[in-house]
C-alpha cells in the first residue's frame, strides 16, 4: 500500500473514531440534540400558520432547516480547524508523512457524518410532527439526497479555508455575524419573495439559500412552488450555484491550507496557547 493510500485509510478511521466519540460525550451528544429539539419545538408551534396557496408554515420551515443546517457544516468545520490549530493537533499531523491528508479526511468523515446524523435527528420526527409534506415518492428522497452531497461539497471546503484564515476562537465569532445575516434574508423562516429584489439577489448568491431551495423542491408538494422565485424549484441553477461554489472551495482549499500548515510551529502553538491563558486570565 503506497503512503498515500495508507494516509487515506488512516482519516477515515479518525474520522469514524472522532464521530463515535462525539455520540458517547455527553457534552457533545447535548450539542447534537439540542439544535433538532429547539427547532422541532419552534415548528410545532407554528405548524397551524398558513402561507399562500395554503400552504403550512411548518411544513415550509422543515425541509428549510435541513438545508440551513447542511450549510451550517462550514462552520463546523471551521470552528474544528481552528481549535486544532490552537491546541498543536494541526502541527502534530504536519509532523507526519501525508499527515495532513489523513487530518482532512478524517474532518472531512467526522463533520459529514455528525451532520447527517444531526439531519437525520431533526427530520424523522418532523415527519410524524409536521403536516403537508410530500415524501412518499422515491424522487423525492433522490433529490434529498443529490442537494445534500452538493451542499456538503460546497460548504465543508469553506469552512476549511475559514478555519485556515482565523488563527484563534476567538476570530472565529466574526464568521457567525454574516451567517447569521445570510440565514434571515435565505428564505429559511418565510419566503424570500417577501424580501425586496435586492435582497433576493443577495440571498441567490450564497448556498444556504439553495440548499434550503433544493430541499422544498424534494419534500413540499408541487402546489408549494408558488412561493418561490420565478414559480420554480429551478434545479439546473441549484446544480450550478452549489456546483461554482464546490469548485470555488475545491480550488482554494489545498492552496490555504498548504500555506497554513508551513506556517504552523511549536512556537506559533505556543504563543496562540499563551494569549488564550490571558484571556481566561
Excluded: C
Excluded at 39 to 52: C, S
Excluded at 122 to 132: K, T
Excluded at 153 to 164: D, K, N
Amino acid at each position: 500500500m503506497n503512503p498515500g493510500t495508507a494516509a487515506l485509510r488512516a482519516g477515515w478511521s479518525r474520522g469514524v473514531i472522532e464521530l463515535r466519540q462525539s455520540f458517547t460525550n455527553g457534552a457533545e451528544l447535548l450539542s447534537h440534540l439540542l439544535w433538532p429539539v429547539l427547532m422541532l419545538t419552534a415548528m410545532y408551534f407554528m405548524r397551524d400558520t398558513t402561507l399562500g396557496g395554503g400552504l403550512l408554515l411548518g411544513s415550509m420551515a422543515l425541509p428549510s432547516i435541513l438545508g440551513m443546517n447542511a450549510a451550517l457544516g462550514m462552520v463546523t468545520m471551521s470552528q474544528l480547524l481552528t481549535a486544532d490549530r490552537e491546541d498543536g493537533t494541526l502541527l502534530r499531523a504536519k509532523a507526519t508523512p501525508h499527515g495532513m491528508r489523513g487530518y482532512l479526511v478524517g474532518k472531512v468523515v467526522s463533520v459529514a457524518g455528525g451532520l447527517l446524523a444531526d439531519l437525520a435527528i431533526l427530520l424523522l420526527p418532523g415527519l410524524l410532527l409536521i403536516d403537508g409534506l410530500a415524501v412518499g415518492s422515491p424522487d423525492s428522497w433522490l433529490t434529498v439526497a443529490w442537494v445534500l452531497a452538493l451542499g456538503m461539497a460546497a460548504t465543508l471546503p469553506l469552512g476549511a479555508v475559514l478555519g485556515s484564515v482565523f488563527p484563534s476562537a476567538r476570530g472565529q465569532g466574526l464568521v457567525q455575524v454574516p451567517v447569521l445575516g445570510l440565514m434571515a434574508i435565505s428564505g429559511i423562516f418565510y419566503p424570500v419573495t417577501a424580501l425586496p429584489e435586492w435582497l433576493e439577489w443577495v440571498a441567490q448568491a450564497f448556498p444556504i439559500y439553495w440548499l434550503g431551495l433544493g430541499m422544498r423542491s424534494a419534500l413540499l408538494p408541487d402546489a408549494a412552488v408558488d412561493i418561490e422565485i420565478g414559480d420554480s424549484w429551478r434545479h439546473l441553477e441549484t446544480v450550478g450555484v452549489l456546483g461554482a461554489w464546490a469548485a470555488l472551495g475545491l480550488a482554494v482549499a489545498p492552496v490555504v491550507l498548504r500555506r497554513m500548515a508551513r506556517r504552523e510551529s511549536g512556537s506559533s502553538v505556543a504563543e496562540r496557547r499563551e494569549k488564550a491563558l490571558r484571556r481566561v486570565g
